[in-house]
Nanobody, 126 residues
């Protein structure tokens, strides 16, 4: 069992930045693959970033376009999502997710993650 708690969301103007955090508890954190997803009103949950199991191993959705950086600190059982150059289209609830069985071919699929946080709202004003 893995418990996830996100924080760091809020209201920011277009062009601004936010840093999301996701604190995990439970079994060995370094064995857990971590991902970030988001869901805007009326839309399906979509993949944002995969921060893998080891620090420095990241993969991003195309729409990120170099604006977001995912990272993890296994000593703190925490993953982060640094978001820069935000625009109103980034407005959504952001979720972190975890699973022990994620592989490269499965990492972008929300249905492949067993554990989810409660989400944190990110609102970008124009």
């Amino acid at each position: 069992q893995v418990q996830l708690v996100e924080s760091g969301g809020g209201l920011v103007q277009a062009g601004g930045s936010l840093r999301l955090s996701c604190a995990a508890s439970g079994r060995t954190f370094s064995s857990v693959a971590m991902g970030w997803f988001r869901q805007a009103p009326g839309k399906e949950r979509e993949f944002v970033a995969d921060v893998g199991r080891s620090a420095g191993i990241t993969y991003y959705a195309e729409f990120v376009e170099g604006r977001f950086t995912g990272s993890r600190d296994n000593a703190k059982n925490t993953v982060y999502l640094q978001m820069n150059s935000l625009n109103p289209e980034d407005t959504a609830v952001y979720y972190c997710a975890a699973d022990y069985s994620i592989t490269i071919t499965r990492r972008a699929g929300a249905k492949n993650y067993a554990y989810w946080g409660q989400g944190t709202q990110v609102t970008v004003s124009s």
